[in-house]
């Protein structure tokens, strides 16, 4: 089944035909391709012939053959031959033609192309390109299926504390979605391979894949903890690995570059200023977690901890974890400037636990809004803190 992502394409209508590359950045098939295809399918029914639309998936065997930016002008040359008006191109998962930027500019600089491009990798708007084409192309993120578009693909009307722990398990990767079991094991392992080999192995010729694998174990074990490479390095230097905090550093990054984890970084919120090291990681999706390590639901207060926080990326917010005197804030949320603060927790089923999370968000003298996000159905909000119910966040639009 495919459905519309209706959120990404609302925030890419308005630039539709406007002379501005839209550039579309997330996890291989993570979906990046069915909204290049709902774009279409919307020219294509706002009257725009079929022959002005070119478009190349270059992980497709029909474009092998296309390997550099020469043959890829040609292709494109020949496409459009004696094709009048304006002229639409899509590419997706561009990264693989070296040089691509080169001939993207050279298209840009003709008003009648209209350009959409998608990668793999968030360092794709990096280096040459980024200089070409300074304040010339709009981004956006795209992420795996959120709760919300999971319950709609699946067609789930009631019920949907249950479905929400499948989904804990599931993730967001619709294409895993037609199998079931050891079968959805496999394919979710096969697609992360895929990702690791060709986004981070391949691309930035790594040497030493067990040490990589190492890491991203140790992180996926560690979601929503604060940890620094240096404790990464004392735990495997446990098991007698030879390695360096510097190639510790390097191999997070490469992980970050392929939309496969995220680094959160610290804040002081009454120095106003970020800290150093000891960081939080977050995956981009948790099927990988339960294929590769199982039983999301045995860590489920920092799996929907990590659930939070790539929805509140999805609604476009800057986040950071905040620090109070000695105390945790999970997430600082920003837009245009202005904060909110939200804990997350699993349940609230002790005056301590109440305590624990709400007193970080007692502690900030601002008045800007303060939420305690669990899975309780009892509203237990007080003293200006909002309670709100996970599966009323994931499904609403409070936040």
Same mark, same amino acid.
């Given at each position: 089944?495919?459905? /519309? ?6 925030? *890419? ?11 579309? !950045? ?11 295809? /709902?774009? *279409?399918?919307?020219?294509?029914? %706002? ?31 020949? /496409?459009?031959? +004696? ?20 001939? #993207? ?11 959409? =491009?998608?990668?793999? +990798?968030?360092?794709? &708007? ?21 709760? @919300? ?6 067609? !789930?009307? %009631? ?22 079991? %050891? ?60 390695? $360096? ?17 995220? /680094? ?35 860590? =489920? ?8 926080? #790539? ?7 800057? #986040? ?6 000695? &105390? ?7 837009? @245009? ?7 997350? $927790? ?7 636990? =109440? ?8 502690? =900030? ?13 009892? %509203?237990?909000?007080?003293?200006? !803190?909002?309670?709100?119910? &996970? ?9």
């Amino acid at each position: 089944m495919i459905i /519309q992502r209706q959120d990404y394409i609302e925030k *890419i209508k308005p630039f539709i035909n406007n002379h501005i590359i839209k550039v579309l !950045i997330g996890t291989r098939r993570s979906g990046k391709s069915t909204i290049l295809k /709902q774009i *279409i399918d919307s020219l294509l029914n %706002d009257g725009i012939p079929q022959e002005n639309i070119v478009w190349i998936n270059f992980e497709l065997s029909d474009y092998f053959e296309i390997t550099d930016i020469k043959k890829l002008e040609d292709y494109i040359s020949c /496409q459009i031959e +004696n094709v009048e008006g304006r002229i639409y191109l899509f590419f997706d998962e561009i990264q693989v033609i070296p040089q691509w930027e080169k001939l #993207i500019n050279s298209y840009f600089a003709k008003e009648i192309f209209d350009i959409y =491009i998608t990668g793999s +990798n968030s360092k794709l &708007l990096s280096g040459e390109f980024a200089t070409y084409l300074s304040g010339r192309y709009v981004e956006l993120n795209i992420y795996p299926f959120s709760f @919300q578009e999971y319950i709609e693909y699946h067609e !789930i009307s %009631d019920d949907y504390k249950s479905h929400f722990y499948n989904y804990l398990e599931d993730g967001g990767m619709p294409s895993t979605y037609n199998y079931k079991g %050891d079968d959805k094991n496999l394919v979710i392992m096969d697609l992360y391979n895929s990702i690791v080999l060709k986004d981070i192995i391949q691309r930035n010729n790594v040497k030493n894949v067990d040490l990589l694998d190492r890491i991203i174990r140790f992180v996926m074990y560690n979601i929503g903890q604060v940890f620094s490479a240096n404790k990464i390095y004392k735990r495997l230097k446990q098991d007698m690995v030879n390695l $360096s905090v510097n190639t510790i550093y390097k191999y997070l990054k490469f992980f970050e570059n392929a939309c496969l984890i995220y /680094q959160v970084k610290r804040e002081d919120l009454q120095g106003k200023k970020i800290l150093q090291y000891d960081e939080k990681y977050y995956l981009s999706d948790l099927g990988f977690r339960q294929a590769i390590i199982g039983n999301n639901q045995r860590d =489920i207060t920092r799996v929907i901890e990590n659930i939070v926080y #790539i929805e509140l990326l999805r609604r476009g917010y800057e #986040i950071t974890i905040g620090k109070v005197d000695n &105390l945790e804030v999970d997430f600082v949320c920003k837009k @245009q400037n202005k904060p909110i603060y939200i804990q997350v $927790s699993y349940l609230l089923a002790s005056e301590e636990t =109440i305590e624990r999370e709400f007193k970080p968000l007692k502690n =900030i003298s601002d008045n800007y809004p303060k939420y305690v996000i669990t899975m309780d159905n009892l %509203d237990m909000s007080h003293e200006g !803190i909002r309670h709100l119910n &996970l599966l009323d966040f994931l499904l609403g639009d409070e936040i």
